[in-house]
């Protein structure tokens, strides 16, 4: 038997940020060290990088956010730990409303046998109630098959968050997840099997996660043991997914430098410092020196290694610094830098 060719589609979840490990990487491994083949495919080989995203570098820069299919960040971030060898076809943000209308182009480019779905939290976030997200996951399903008509499909429910968003959106996640067995066991054909991946039971958005929503090392772990256990129902793995020694743990969050620090214009200074392996986001802070004025901390973090500090007073001496984050969790501050701001 060839070795299965395996696609995941999903949103960041599945994709992962740049230095994660991602449960895509971590359920490779396994197969990989129990001698199961397996080729992972898909239009993608990286993470996500936020240092490379067309629209979060608009929004640090001061520019216009540009639009358009073509506006997409290269999916080509770093892996936590080595490469992932193959491709998937997963990205932040994206949806089953969205999916549907290009899955059958990716599945046709690469022929999958295996689709791992991990679609629905970001539907029940923007798009629409539980009804819609299961109308349109149908519709994946049939674009997908139209491609590959005997493709089998583990569909993941949703693991949950216990601090983002509000009751009815976790009442909205709750009835998603009640739901979706029963539509997953009407889509199922002999040809085309389709199984739930429960991710959901025993995952803790408060020690799996990072950030209520996205997995730690620990919820990698989670969520490739999930999926794994539900490939061996169909023949794909030996064993179940037992976590590497030593467990993995998020990596240290380093001081970062200020590498840089130029006026802009008159009312405006542009900061560059050093990236932060492990970090998914950075804190600015500021004062006005000149007026004598408390510290302050930004109220959004920076999702990048520059940032535009706009709406200075020409003339006033501001001090910087600048911290990496991950989540909640914030990392030693860089030592402080002061510059004029005016030309």
């Given at each position: 038997m060839s070795a299965p060719r395996i696609m995941v589609l999903g949103d960041s979840l599945a994709s992962g940020m740049q230095d994660d490990y991602t449960?895509?990487?971590?359920?490779?491994?396994?197969?990989?060290?129990?001698?199961?083949?397996?080729?992972?495919?898909?239009?993608?080989?990286?993470?996500?990088?936020?240092?490379?995203?067309?629209?979060?570098?608009?929004?640090?820069?001061?520019?216009?956010?540009?639009?358009?299919?073509?506006?997409?960040?290269?999916?080509?971030?770093?892996?936590?730990?080595?490469?992932?060898?193959?491709?998937?076809?997963?990205?932040?943000?994206?949806?089953?409303?969205?999916?549907?209308?290009?899955?059958?182009?990716?599945?046709?480019?690469?022929?999958?046998?295996?689709?791992?779905?991990?679609?629905?939290?970001?539907?029940?976030?923007?798009?629409?109630?539980?009804?819609?997200?299961?109308?349109?996951?149908?519709?994946?399903?049939?674009?997908?098959?139209?491609?590959?008509?005997?493709?089998?499909?583990l569909v993941a429910n949703i693991a949950g968050t216990t601090t983002w968003g509000n009751a009815w959106f976790r009442k909205s996640i709750k009835e998603y997840n009640a739901k979706l067995p029963a539509a997953l066991n009407a889509l199922s054909t002999d040809r085309s099997p389709i199984a739930l991946v429960d991710v959901h039971t025993g995952f803790d958005p408060d020690t799996d996660t990072y950030d209520s929503i996205h997995p730690n090392p620990a919820g990698e772990l989670a969520m490739a043991r999930a999926f794994a256990d539900a490939l061996r129902q169909f023949g794909v793995g030996r064993e179940p997914l037992q976590p590497p020694l030593p467990h993995p743990r998020e990596i240290p969050l380093s001081e970062p430098t200020i590498v840089t620090a130029r006026v802009h214009s008159d009312a405006d200074v542009m900061l560059d410092w050093n990236r932060v392996r492990g970090a998914s986001a950075y804190r600015i802070a500021l004062r006005d020196v000149t007026l004598g004025e408390p510290r302050t901390e930004g109220p959004i973090p920076v999702l990048g290694d520059h940032w535009l500090a706009q709406g200075l007073t020409a003339g006033h001496v501001y001090e910087f610094d600048v911290a990496p984050a991950r989540g909640e969790r914030v990392g030693p501050r860089s030592k402080p830098l002061r510059l004029a701001a005016g030309r």
């Open positions: 449960w895509r990487w971590q359920l490779a491994q396994h197969l990989q060290r129990t001698g199961t083949p397996a080729e992972f495919v898909g239009p993608h080989t990286g993470t996500f990088s936020m240092y490379d995203d067309p629209v979060l570098l608009a929004l640090v820069e001061g520019r216009p956010v540009p639009t358009g299919p073509g506006v997409a960040n290269p999916m080509t971030g770093p892996y936590r730990e080595g490469s992932f060898e193959g491709g998937h076809c997963a990205r932040p943000g994206w949806t089953a409303n969205a999916a549907k209308d290009s899955v059958r182009d990716h599945v046709a480019t690469d022929r999958p046998d295996f689709l791992l779905v991990q679609l629905g939290f970001n539907d029940l976030a923007v798009v629409g109630p539980p009804e819609q997200t299961l109308e349109d996951l149908a519709a994946v399903v049939s674009e997908a098959r139209a491609a590959a008509p005997e493709a089998t499909f």
